[in-house]
């Protein structure tokens, strides 16, 4: 029972994560139908970022706060987070709007490649520890243990989650993001900017990118150039699993994404003498795009057009 409650743990902290970089698929995916597989280098870009801050900070005010640091260097990567991805969706996504959906598509993937190259020429291509930022003194969770940082993954995520949806089901431009989703050219007819609205969407789902690649860099305690393609694609599995277009879906589907990952590769771990268990576990997440792609292509909760944002 230990182990499957530290798993059920190690799960949530995971899938919280897959959560947050979901719902960055799924709001574009959900205005302009387009699956921006640059997604996961923001994520990548804000870590190194965070990591480039962190380093300033030891060296300038060694006698900050570690939460301090993190939270400062989590506010400027998402600010060059947002930056770059109003950047790419000008650039690179815009001139493609009425094309066919191959160009977008490829462009994206064009994007991606682009990041990595020009962050691994910037950053270098060497693994670079993240530095221990909080408490390392485990927590005892009836018989499992969880780490100061976890914690704060999980509360962090909590909060994230609940702004998102409170903006878009409550605020002026929830509304717009809603309306543009299910008819851009009569919500324009109603005063809403469709373009302001998409490059809405794109900044916040950078800036839930880049939490997710601070967390990922805090709780793994390690940065380099090519971090962002995995977490990337099995974000976008747990979007597809979800129900990719539905907001819900994208954090119910990273979740329980997390948690199929983390227990299938924690018992396999056991099995086998612990030799195996890591090894295995990014199988799970495409096991599960295969099987929900087959059995039921539009996802767990499908793809409610009302709560597309």
Do not use: C
Request: proline letters at 4%; hydrophobic letters at 55%.
């Amino acid at each position: 029972m230990d182990v499957f409650l530290q798993q059920v743990i190690n799960g949530l902290v995971q899938g919280s994560m897959y959560a947050l970089i979901a719902l960055g698929y799924t709001m574009v995916y959900g205005i302009i139908n387009l699956i921006n597989f640059a997604h996961g280098e923001v994520l990548m870009v804000a870590a190194l970022t965070s990591w480039s801050i962190i380093a300033l900070m030891q060296d300038a005010t060694p006698g900050l706060p570690g939460w301090l640091m993190l939270l400062i260097s989590l506010v400027i990567a998402s600010t060059v987070a947002a930056s770059l991805n109003f950047a790419i969706e000008k650039i690179a996504y815009r001139p493609l709007r009425n094309s066919p959906k191959l160009a977008p598509l490829i462009t994206a993937i064009g994007v991606s490649i682009l990041l990595q190259t020009l962050a691994m020429i910037i950053w270098k291509p060497n693994y670079k520890p993240f530095p221990t930022l909080l408490s390392t003194t485990p927590i005892n969770v009836g018989g499992a243990v969880i780490s100061s940082t976890q914690i704060m993954i999980l509360g962090v995520t909590a909060v994230s989650l609940a702004a998102l949806m409170w903006l878009v089901n409550t605020t002026k431009l929830g509304r717009a993001m809603r309306a543009t989703s299910e008819n851009p050219r009569v919500a324009a007819l109603m005063g809403v900017k469709p373009d302001m609205v998409i490059s809405a969407t794109f900044i916040i789902g950078a800036i839930l990118a880049a939490i997710a690649g601070v967390m990922f860099a805090s709780n793994y305690g390690t940065v380099h150039h090519s971090m962002g393609f995995l977490p990337g694609l099995k974000a976008f599995t747990a979007a597809v699993f979800g129900g990719i277009g539905n907001l819900t879906g994208a954090v119910v589907g990273g979740i329980l994404l997390g948690l199929i990952e983390s227990i299938g590769s924690g018992y396999i771990g056991i099995l086998t003498g612990g030799v195996l268990g890591s090894h295995y576990a990014d199988i799970f997440a495409f096991i599960v795009l295969i099987i929900v792609l087959t059995l039921r292509p539009s996802g767990l909760m499908g793809e409610r057009i009302a709560d597309r944002a």
